[in-house]
């Protein structure tokens, strides 16, 4: 059996989706193509912040009075807002202004915010700045200044989506990955499960640290690894934690998270990358959440630390492997 590849742009990163399918017409391809890019421009509608037309930067503009949302939207904020209370703050769709100050939004930045400035928006940023009305299909912010961005749940939920319309239409054993956030389901062309590769944190070229088999699960990973830069000599990473409004300064290179929700998967693996390797390793384990650090101890050298669910969860899953 054969597996059909459709992979472009969306969101500010890309899509890869494969589907185990005997028929590689032109037609079937391009066919399903055009419902996959429909599920992420659906998406990328909704969600964008590049986007002035999108319904988030809508929303952001608008003022405190309750916003009538979409059921997508309103989905992932609710669920945001979830792992936000999970995690004490690590999580929060409302950071977008720390992240900025700090250089890492649209327009970069140039010089470290001085203490003041970030208790300034420290105290009108925080995810209690949100109220979701799930009944009444509504959104509203506590001060007009707040705004959201989904960029760390609404890969995830992409990944979720396309696999859905997949499944409705006829195709249950399929592979979606969006922006490096992976929904598997079923098996592979070769009636196997899927093998998703974890990459190395290595700021230079890309290599694999792991290999794990995944079937009807979701895997995402976050790290600091790509997106930092160094100022005075310092490390800064564009992970902020929402409740110092500083970039966090932890030695963990990255965390992986497997869950049936590729969206929960994307969220979890932010925040337990804000918490680090003690807190987020301890929540995890508490909260039976299989995650998989990867803690820097020197220049390329790795600890791992693995939750006891992921350890069950790929023993008893053949087919896992180191890469060396």
């Not at 609710?78 to 792992?83: D, I, P, S």
């Not at 769709?93 to 930045?109: E, H, K, N, Q, Y």
């Not at 970039?247 to 925040?271: E, F, Q, R």
């Not at 390329?300 to 790929?314: C, D, H, M, P, R």
Request: negative net charge; contains cysteine.
């Amino acid at each position: 059996v054969d597996e059909l590849l459709i992979s472009g742009p969306t969101m500010g990163t890309t899509f890869n989706v494969k589907v185990v399918t005997d028929d590689q017409s032109e037609g079937f391809r391009e066919d399903l193509e055009e419902k996959v890019r429909e599920v992420v421009d659906s998406i990328d509608d909704r969600m964008s912040t590049y986007r002035p037309d999108s319904e988030i930067e809508t929303f952001n503009r608008g003022g405190t009075e309750p916003f009538l949302a979409s059921r997508e939207l309103l989905a992932v904020v609710e669920e945001a807002q979830r792992v936000s209370r999970l995690t004490g703050g690590a999580f929060d769709i409302t950071v977008g202004p720390l992240v900025d100050i700090w250089g890492f939004g649209p327009s970069g930045a140039t010089e470290t915010p001085d203490d003041e400035t970030l208790r300034d928006l420290v105290a009108v940023t925080g995810f209690e700045q949100l109220e979701v009305d799930v009944e009444r299909g509504t959104l509203r912010k506590v001060r007009e200044s707040c705004r959201i961005d989904l960029s760390a749940i609404a890969k995830g939920f992409a990944a979720d989506r396309v696999s859905e319309a997949l499944t409705l239409r006829g195709f249950p054993n399929h592979m979606v990955e969006v922006g490096g956030e992976v929904c598997a389901r079923g098996f592979n062309g070769s009636w196997q499960p899927w093998r998703i590769g974890i990459e190395r944190p290595t700021a230079g070229g890309r290599s694999v640290q792991l290999v794990i088999p995944l079937a009807d699960l979701s895997l995402a990973t976050s790290g600091d690894y790509r997106n930092f830069f160094e100022r005075d000599g310092v490390r800064i990473s564009h992970t902020i934690d929402p409740r110092t409004g500083r970039p966090i300064s932890h030695n963990l290179a990255s965390v992986s998270v497997i869950h049936a929700s590729c969206m929960t998967a994307d969220a979890l693996a932010t925040a337990l990358g804000v918490l680090g390797p003690e807190a987020g390793f301890d929540l995890a384990e508490q909260q039976d959440i299989p995650a998989y650090f990867l803690v820097r101890v020197a220049d390329n050298v790795f600890e791992e630390k693995e939750t006891g669910v992921w350890s069950a969860l790929i023993e008893n899953s053949p087919g896992a492997e180191s890469v060396d």
